[in-house]
């Protein structure tokens, strides 16, 4: 289909948009972050780019744009755009998964590292200007498991078979990772507690979606190894902080390693801030110099798909949530 005028959900003034103006003058190209800025175009456009998560500019919009033909995200999440009338129209939704699953599987990796070489004794001991030899661990011959075997966990996969890790998958098709040279053996989502209790790491990789808030809870974390480490990297809604706490408190888990929260920003009188084994990133692991241009670069190549009738990448499940 011919696309004849882009419509932005966007600050006009960010830098990383700057290669939309490649399709002036064939596409029109109309930027901004409110009704008023956008205007007619609205009416005009056939595909509408989000920058940004405006459910509620979205949700006005949406009745007014009677030519658009298809929605693109440039995050991978897209629970904070999706209510009822867009989840039941036609118009096709695509996302930037796997855009930023390198990122995420290198964050995996060094978490990994941190506990297995226990690097803040390493720091700490340096500051202190202490000789004291320890011993650590290796990766080789420990299991990686990974709940939500996506993009983000077949990339942390990729990465930890480098180590000799043993690669465990669980999800909820698993008969999409049969014959995955990477993983050793998957594992259906009623199985999880299984998988769990091989893991050595265990990779929380899931979406915020029907079903999955919590799905780490207190029995799961319960049924980890001794001295295993947890590692979230997809939403903090799937964890029940609370009993993590007090899993690593009472010292059942050799420690966390924490991209995403249930509130962000994290509060500060979270206990995670105080817990020495907690490794803390303030989700930002996929924040490379370069992931806003990738991610627009990624939306090009599926605007050429589109223009010439090939099928997007990309498309997420409205009703599942991702």
Known sequence: MKVEHLLVLANPSSSHLEPLQQLAPAIRITVGLSEEALGDAVEQAQVLLLDAPRKELLRTLLPRARNLR??????????HLLFEEFIQSPLPLTNAKGVYSGALGDFVLASMLFFAK????LVR????????PFNSLE????????????DIGRAAAKRAKGFDVRILACRRRPEQSEGDPLVDEVFPLHRRHEMIA??????????HAP??????????LKALKPQ???INVGRGSTLDEPALVRALVQGHLRGAALDVFENEPLPKDHPFWRLENVLLSPHCADNTPTWRNDSVAFFLKNLERFEQGQPLLNLVDKRAGY
Do not use: C, K, N
Request: proline residues 2%.
């Open 125 to 132: 001991q340096q500051a202190e200007a202490r000789w004291e």
């Open 118 to 121: 226990d690097l803040r004794r």
């Open 198 to 207: 091989a893991s050595d790491y265990l990779l929380l990789a899931m979406p």
């Open 70 to 79: 298809w929605v693109h995200s440039l995050f991978a999440g897209v629970e």
């Open 211 to 220: 079903g999955t808030q919590r799905l780490m809870g207190e029995a799961e």
């Open 228 to 230: 295993a480490v947890l």
């Open 139 to 150: 990766l080789r011959g420990q299991t990686l498991g990974i709940l939500g075997y996506g």
